[in-house]
């Protein structure tokens, strides 16, 4: 089987607590060479200098490769610029470009009077702004605003053309879900990478509010199993072998590249990672 090159996401901590389980959560993760770690975005506020303290600190792990995520939600474009530059002037030029979800309370997003009009508008001003490597994210079962399937894959289209160079999708659970928006997108003239977002089941009554929040649909296979592995308290065993099962069945159909959303808790996506015939350099005791 293929060795598949491999990203890491996490989200900046909120405590000193959480930041010590970052740093680990990092340094157990950074030995397999990921292609980058990516750290999530908040709305305006201390949220996001969160997420560029943490970028800074992650950036100090010698060879990791970091990508900040950036939305338009409740932020002007200078706003949302002046945060790009940010990025840049810590030698930050991965970013992972998405619109953000509405504000709580609001059933759709609004764009901020002054900012980005959506995603694209977005990613349109960030190429003109610095030399920034731009991803963005992908729904294999529909975001949950399109009209359809069709404009949904449309759109990425259009996300694509305004200069982004690849795109990561939102967490499936089984690979003909992924293996059929890939061809897709392939049908609708999209040629740059799709890369598919794994993420490890640590608990899987979350996991099934996160896919409802989503539109992600559950296979009830999936549902019977984790409740008997709840019941043996086998569950962490059942995470590594679907996950990994996933991954192989991915691999076989010629994906080169995986994404793990790992939720700042490494071990799952470690042992997968294991699983699929990756090494680990020696543990990084060393910083730059």
Known sequence: MTVPNISFEFFPPKTIEASFRL???????????PRFVSVTFGALGSTRKLTLDTLKALSQIRDL?????LTCVNATRDETLDVARSFRKAGILDIVALRGDPPHGQDKFEPTKG??????DM???????????IRVGAYPHV??????????????????DAGA???????????????????ACVKAGITAPIVPGILPIENWR??????????TPFPSWLKEAFEKAERDDRCDLLSVAVGSELCSQLIEEGVENLHFYTLNKPELSRNICFALGLEARKALRNVA
């Open 23 to 33: 740093w680990d959560a990092a340094q157990l993760l950074a030995p397999f060479d």
């Open 65 to 69: 490769r970091v990508a900040g995520h």
């Open 115 to 120: 900012g980005f009009r959506d995603t694209c």
């Open 123 to 133: 990613i349109t001003a960030l190429r003109e702004e610095g030399p920034f490597s």
């Open 143 to 160: 975001h949950p605003e399109a009209r359809s399937a069709r404009a949904d894959i449309d759109w990425l289209k259009r996300k694509i």
């Open 165 to 183: 160079s690849e795109a990561i999708t939102q967490f499936f659970f089984e690979a003909d879900d992924f293996l059929r928006f890939r061809d």
């Open 206 to 215: 979350q996991t099934v509010n996160f896919a409802k929040k989503c539109g």
